[in-house]
């Protein structure tokens, strides 16, 4: 009988043993299944972020184009009104120069066009040199055509209105006359 109470006792200890080490396989299944959990958890989050830093440097680039854009249109605002501002005097600029062509000894009349020009000058506005110039559409306007063998081709041989600029900007072109 005490074999017997031995070999139950064996037999209960090595029963422990055995819930024993499925307790612990569970345990370890438990925390590999909680390191899978955890790990594509990770992963999700790590994606998450990767978009919220796409999202937030599209959105910085995105205002900092808005802001350089509208800091453009500003600009080129400010520059066509002053454009306009100074195409409305221009018709002054023409009459003093028609007045110059028929009083050339007139000086009071050289006098307010030199006054004139100089007022252009200093507002950054300055006159399209045409006459004996290379016609070029972006500055000239031509109004007539001559042929005339003397001269070089595509020249501009006389300018009817002057034209002006601010900067690269044309405020006029110059009508002119081009000959060949």
Known sequence: MQNEVINEEAVETEATAEAAEVKEETKKEKKCKKSDKAEKEITELKAKLAEADDKFLRLAAE???????????????????????VKTILPLADSLDKALEFTPDDEGIKALSKLFSDILSKIGVSEIESDGKEFNPNLHNAIMHEDDETMGENLVSQTFQKGYTLGEKVIRHAMVKVVN
């Open 63 to 85: 205002y900092d184009n808005y802001r350089k854009r509208t800091a453009k249109e500003k600009s080129e605002a400010y520059t066509d009104a002053y454009c306009d501002a």
